[in-house]
């Protein structure tokens, strides 16, 4: 079974920024629309980022122009720059693959907390 594995969380000051990484051991991985997901205590697990194995990207409104998706398909990696971080974005994040594209086993996900 492929579970991703979510690294590079962390607290960081309103308007900071963090590179979040995503490793995938599953062989399918370059073939498979991958996503970026959050949730914060007490709410749903909410989808903000994927990307296609062609590189085509999609956000959530809430972090569109400050998040970016990206991917490294030799490295079986899934990476999310945010930058501009409010307390809003405190959640913890997982990825999986896209909503459409059959989900692997979740992760333990990354905690971020934006606070000052």
């Known amino acids: 079974q492929v579970q991703p594995v979510e690294s590079g969380g962390g607290l960081v000051q309103p308007g900071g920024s963090l590179r979040l990484s995503c490793a995938v051991s599953?062989?399918?991985?370059?073939?498979?629309?991958m996503g970026w997901y959050r949730q914060a205590p007490g709410n749903q697990r909410d989808l903000v980022a994927t990307i296609t194995r062609a590189g085509t990207t999609t956000y959530a409104d809430s972090v569109k122009g400050r998040f970016t998706i990206s991917r490294d398909n030799a490295k079986r990696t899934v990476y999310l720059q945010m930058d501009s971080l409010t307390p809003e974005d405190t959640a913890v994040y997982y990825c999986?693959?896209?909503?459409?594209?059959?989900?692997?086993?979740w992760g333990q996900g990354t905690q971020v907390t934006v606070s000052s």
């Open positions: 999986n693959a896209a909503p459409w594209g059959g989900l692997y086993d």
């Open positions: 599953g062989s399918n991985f370059s073939y498979k629309a």
